[in-house]
């Protein structure tokens, strides 16, 4: 009988036209991502570049030298001696150069860290048979196990604070991750449009973070309906500044990765998908604020009317909506601090440092997901106010198990 109580509220949904109008939409909007994800699959034919990345095998540092570094100058030179761990060479003992030890990792015996065979293919086969013995490059520290415990003990923080709802949220989190790198990053690489790509994945984050989050409620389906909108806004206003702003991602890091492709990368449809992506998580978190608020006053007093839930729901939004902005450009500013130190302590003036791409990009991009936020409020207020304030208040359950981020 538990399984009929709790499909009560939707059943209740249904029963009004508001209810069966906000239903529709959501399974309108939900058909057409499912045929985005399906037309936009990616078979593998994207640009595959040699050089674009390094395989890397587990070594263990056995000691760290210092020792000239050869040449018409005294410079030192650190030298690492590993240990290989894995791969055909593991048990090898090999020595790598680090470099002058004042710009060289502080290395010591016993520390894991990740190194790549040099050179490749068939050339690396000789050498190894002409007894020049296996050679390679030091790529990093090993952070594999810091990772994963960091991931465990969020996970179970998650847990413990939200109980099942937070596992739920972790196991929405990781499968949106997962989409965005095996099917957004491969369907832009394959040639799909970057900006109908980020769109499209965005709305399919969207209803996975949503449903295992809050659950399929009255609420999040007007949810859904607010922050798809909102998407859609995030996605236009950022085609817009990146042409005002000449933004064309060419003086990013993909711009050589594009050269070696023969140019066929849409730079700047790639800028414009992490605005979109970038975007999603405040979308998310100020549209179900909003939606939760207006339910809840619906349900306190079922005889307010839609421009009464919307103005109280607002005055709410408002107050959260300057926070939320704060912390988008926080968290922008955050990434770009090495560029700010790097021309601060050149002297560059103010004018001359935001017109850098470096800085300009996500400029533009905290000032598109900020005004795209500034439209969501309203936006969203108002659809639930006309949505879910007119559906009955047996259709909104008892509003214990909605939480915010």
Known sequence: MAADHRSSPLRTLLTSRAGRALVGAVGLVGILTVIGLVVLWPDGSGPKIEGGAQRTVAATVARVTTSSCGGPTEQRCATAHLRITEGDDR????????GPPEVSPDLQPGDDVRVAPQPTGPDRDAAVLAGEGPAYSFVGVDR???LLWLAILFALLGAFVARGRGLLALGGTAFSMALVVLWLVPAILDGGSPVLVAVVGALAVMFITTVLTYGITTQSLAA???????????GLLGLLWTDLAALDGKDGELSSFSLQS????PLQG???AGMVIGALGVLTDTVVSQVSTVAALHRTDPSLPARGLYREAFAVGRDHLSATIHTLVLAYAGATLPILLIVSANGVSFGDAINDTRLAEPIVSTL???????LAVPLST????LLV?????????DGHHHHHH
Do not use: D, N, Q
């Not at 023969?262 to 990368?265: A, D, K």
């Open 144 to 146: 594999h196990g810091s």
């Open 224 to 234: 859904v309906t607010g922050i798809g909108i909102s998407l859609v806004a995030a």
């Open 368 to 374: 598109v997901g900020s005004a795209a936020l500034i």
């Open 389 to 397: 304030g007119r559906v009955p208040t047996a259709a909104l359950g």
């Open 270 to 272: 790639i800028l414009l």
């Open 91 to 98: 048990g090898r003992s090999v020595p790598v150069v680090l």
């Open 382 to 385: 108002a659809l639930a106010a």
């Open 262 to 265: 023969g140019g066929h990368l």
